[in-house]
């Protein structure tokens, strides 16, 4: 996306609505009139509004073979509401990716931690660079067998305009911002911890299910499991969480794990900025 997806099921919910009202009163209908096909198509076509789109068509079928209009109305209404509803997911309206709050974000980190991400990511600075630098800074703090981590093939979303760091690492440090204590900056095992549990990072897949889920993570940084969800939710209200908020939908409406690479096509139709480092 370069961002967000208009939130918009509140927009069908009248349409919806009125389709089961419809259906429920054409039921009705046939049942005082006695008539007992319209009842049966009637009968489909509500079923179908409560669950299924296919018994919808199905008694939608039905009621223009035998003319029962209400039924024929109800069930056009709502195979229409599904029908738009299916193609506004599809093809959301996008939200423009607030680069700016992402530079921001990576400039509230401490300078000489940024410099030294930067030579050691050799100049590009992705989530794993974040988890390797806080494992040789201290890597008591983590966990036995966290590493060393390899390097993961893919973009990360690619760079944020003015800086070396990928939209997830940067993410990572707007994430940070939103810690219960602001009065210090983000240290570099805050930043490598959003950046493992952020969706689709390369130090989540790095890492592993096993490793980059659990508490263990959350101890380290000093967090509870409720703070962080606080921090991810407040992350995704700023501007730059458009595209947090874009892969977490996409990853509702495809089915697509959260914990492996995002292919670069599907970064930039969610609005990536897709830059590489120049070497």
Not at 173 to 180: E, F, G, K, S, T
């Amino acid at each position: 996306m370069t961002g967000q997806f208009v939130s918009g099921k509140r927009l069908w919910a009248w349409p919806a609505l009125s389709a089961t009202v419809i259906a429920v009163g054409a039921t009705v209908h046939a049942a005082v009139v006695g008539n007992w096909s319209w009842l049966v198509v009637s009968v489909v076509v509500l079923a179908g509004t409560q669950s299924s789109t296919m018994l919808t068509g199905a008694g939608a079928i039905g009621a223009l073979v035998i003319g029962a209009w209400p039924a024929v109305v109800a069930a056009g209404l709502e195979l229409a509401v599904r029908l738009a509803f299916h193609i506004r997911l599809r093809f959301p309206r996008i939200a423009p990716l607030t680069e700016r709050a992402l530079a921001a974000a990576v400039a509230d980190v401490p300078p000489a931690l940024t410099r030294y991400l930067t030579v050691l990511g050799d100049g590009r600075v992705d989530t794993v660079t974040l988890v390797t630098a806080a494992l040789r800074i201290e890597p008591s703090r983590w966990p036995a067998d966290s590493g060393p981590l390899f390097p993961v093939d893919g973009s990360e979303g690619g760079l944020i305009e003015g800086t070396v760091w990928t939209v997830i690492a940067a993410e990572a440090a707007l994430v940070a911002a939103q810690r219960p204590d602001q009065a210090t900056p983000p240290d570099v095992h805050l930043l490598a911890v959003v950046g493992a549990l952020l969706p689709h990072s390369h130090a989540r897949i790095a890492l592993g299910k096993e490793r980059a889920g659990g508490n263990a993570l959350l101890t380290l940084a000093g967090l509870t499991a409720e703070q962080v969800t606080r921090m991810l939710l407040e992350a995704g209200k700023q501007p730059g969480g458009e595209l947090l908020i874009a892969r977490t939908e996409l990853a509702v409406r495809t089915g697509s794990r959260n914990s492996e690479p995002l292919p670069d096509q599907e970064w930039r139709r969610i609005g990536a900025p897709m830059r590489e480092a120049r070497r």
